[in-house]
């Protein structure tokens, strides 16, 4: 089947976890594959598609190890992404992102832990091992240029595990520095290529900080959202760098490490990542919790949301009420808030590390979504950088949701099939139940292609069948209605198809308001698929049992060293040809069920 993982009636089908792993990053473990060899089908994922990847070992540098991730756009309006790197940060031109561009790499000191951000056209890296924070000039990266211009070191300053840049205030942030202060560093970036140091929190070490200008109300100032570890939360007022101040500080059930977050200035909440709490066992699954800000002294919980996964959650970003969240192994998941902010719900996810989803230190470390195309970028410790497209998983929970109480079938034999559908309302909708169409297409085992078609559009009615025009072919698709079985309960039953073929499908069906869902969301582009067993005689696969497979069998004639799945003229699997499968063929004769496809 095309899609890994199901959404349909909000369900999340949890992939098995395994031991865990890995006391630091990406110990022990390299990059699987090497550049461009693998098949984006080997990552598990939904309404998530597969655009590029680069190795970090393409970006050279000694490179081994991939960390943080940012994005910038030229004045010119082409797109890079900004790849952190054990040894350097690599610049990667994606404005085609089918086809990245490695521009250069900027070294650093060898260091696990690096981080990057952008400010006007430069940007600005730190590491936990030595060097200070450095100033990269971005102006003539069109032009292949990116210039390593200074590094700040003043204070005494050479290592900083994050930070952070307020645009609107032109101030950054270093968190988890040597000095002059391991709560916030805070830098005046009024000439970005001479930062000025301006003051410091030194209340807790922070670990990761978000820092935000709110316009109006009873806390109009300049506010630190603060992760200080075991501490909890601090939040604190910047406004004033000579008087920094905190305003309060949070804590929470469960509490282990208060990892990274962000706030949502729309809904005024702030997601938050702890980052131990899965490996100390106060959580099974990956947790990101919800807090109420809009009262920055009296900061409340406001709820919680899970992947249904073991796998840690490291780092989450807020972009049009959409949550994204790199969670070391299990992937980028995004997750949709703007109907229920305090719980929101899953939309989309890709697994850049299909090997197991436990509490391990390996996998997606970081995603940045905030490009103006749209591409989404995910850093991977050991598999560098990914290029996504989220458009599908964008379109945000549907009104209509999709379950399938008996599973979706992979093979079937060529009767007919029925398939158990689930609709669901969501939001105060009503579905038609009169709406629902089971819509397919078979292949030609020949003409299979991959699980991903961009067929291009097709008409929908949803007071008729998707194709327009009942069982009539558009498209070479068919359609076979949902019908109503009572309550939320449908089913549809698929005619029988031809031998050997493989059948692209999906669902669609209508709310009373006339909106159509499709299930996946994304289709026709993505399907499910289920391949059709050949007739067990049809040994040629085109359709017929005939003298071609009479020939094929006597051929095979006697021991079958092979095994049964690749010695198809064993037609009873006891790993001999004989007469008893000469008798099966010829009780078989003639043409295959369903008849063979042109």
């Not at 022990?28 to 597969?50: C, H, K, L, W």
């Not at 000191?109 to 924070?133: C, F, H, L, R």
């Not at 270093?174 to 916030?184: E, I, R």
Request: charged share 15%.
């Amino acid at each position: 089947m095309r899609a890994r993982f199901t959404f349909g009636a909000l369900s999340i089908v949890a992939i098995s976890a395994l031991s865990i792993a890995h006391e630091q990053p990406g110990l022990g473990e390299t990059d699987p594959v090497g550049p461009g060899q693998e098949s984006p089908d080997v990552y598990p994922r939904a309404n998530i598609e597969f655009l590029s990847r680069v190795s970090a070992a393409e970006f050279g540098a000694s490179a081994m190890r991939g960390n943080d991730c940012w994005g910038y756009v030229s004045p010119s309006g082409r797109e890079y992404a900004l790849m952190g790197l054990d040894t350097a940060t690599g610049i990667v031109d994606i404005t085609d992102p089918i086809n990245p561009n490695i521009i250069t790499t900027i070294p650093h000191a060898p260091s696990t832990w690096s981080d990057i951000k952008t400010y006007q056209n430069y940007a600005y890296v730190v590491n936990e091992s030595g060097g200070g924070m450095q100033v990269i000039d971005l102006s003539q990266v069109d032009a292949g240029v990116a210039t390593l211009l200074s590094s700040f070191t003043d204070a005494g300053l050479a290592t900083a595990h994050n930070l952070t840049i307020n645009e609107e205030s032109g101030f950054a942030y270093l968190t988890g520095a040597n000095g002059p202060a391991n709560g916030l560093v805070v830098l005046s970036l009024f000439d970005p290529e001479q930062p000025q140091l301006a003051g410091t929190y030194s209340d807790a070490y922070v670990h990761d900080a978000q820092v935000v200008t709110i316009p109006d109300g009873p806390f109009s100032r300049e506010i630190a959202f603060c992760f200080a570890g075991g501490v909890g939360i601090d939040v604190v007022d910047v406004t004033i760098k000579s008087n920094i101040h905190r305003l309060t500080r949070v804590t929470y059930p469960g509490l282990s490490y208060s990892h990274q977050g962000w706030y949502d200035a729309a809904s005024q909440m702030l997601y938050v990542n702890d980052e131990l709490d899965e490996l100390g066992g106060f959580t099974a699954t990956t947790l990101t919790r919800v807090f109420d800000v809009s009262d920055l002294s009296n900061v409340q919980p406001a709820g919680s949301f899970t992947t249904g996964l073991p796998a840690i959650d490291h780092n989450l970003y807020v972009h049009n009420g959409f949550v994204f969240e790199a969670n070391y192994k299990s992937g980028l998941w995004i997750f949709d808030a703007n109907h229920d902010p305090a719980n929101p719900l899953p939309t989309g996810v890709f697994d850049t590390q299909p090997s197991d989803n436990s509490a391990g230190f390996s996998g997606a470390w970081s995603v940045y979504p905030y490009l103006p195309s749209g591409t989404v970028l995910v850093s991977d410790i050991e598999r560098g950088l990914f290029v996504l497209d989220a458009t599908a998983a964008l379109q945000g929970i549907p009104e209509i949701g999709f379950g399938f109480p008996e599973g979706l079938p992979s093979q079937v034999d060529s009767g007919d099939m029925t398939l158990r559908v689930s609709l669901e309302g969501h939001f105060g909708a009503e579905i038609d139940p009169t709406s629902g169409w089971l819509v397919y297409r078979a292949e030609a085992p020949h003409t299979r292609s991959s699980a991903r078609h961009d067929d291009g559009g097709h008409d929908s009615d949803h007071n008729g069948d998707p194709t327009g025009g009942g069982d009539h072919n558009h498209g070479d698709f068919l359609t076979a209605p949902l019908i109503h079985l009572g309550g939320n309960q449908y089913e549809a039953v698929l005619p029988p198809q031809p031998c050997g073929a493989n059948v692209h499908y999906y669902f669609q069906a209508a709310t009373t308001e006339d909106a159509i869902v499709t299930e996946p969301l994304s289709a026709p582009g993505t399907t499910y698929e289920l391949t059709v067993n050949p007739k067990f005689a049809d040994l040629t696969g085109d359709g017929l049992t005939n003298g071609f497979d009479l020939a094929a069998t006597l051929g095979a004639w006697g021991d079958c060293p092979f095994a049964p799945a690749e010695c198809v003229a064993d037609i009873n699997g006891d790993r001999v040809v004989n007469a008893f499968d000469l008798a099966a063929l010829l009780g078989a004769w003639g043409e295959c069920i369903g008849g063979s496809i042109e």
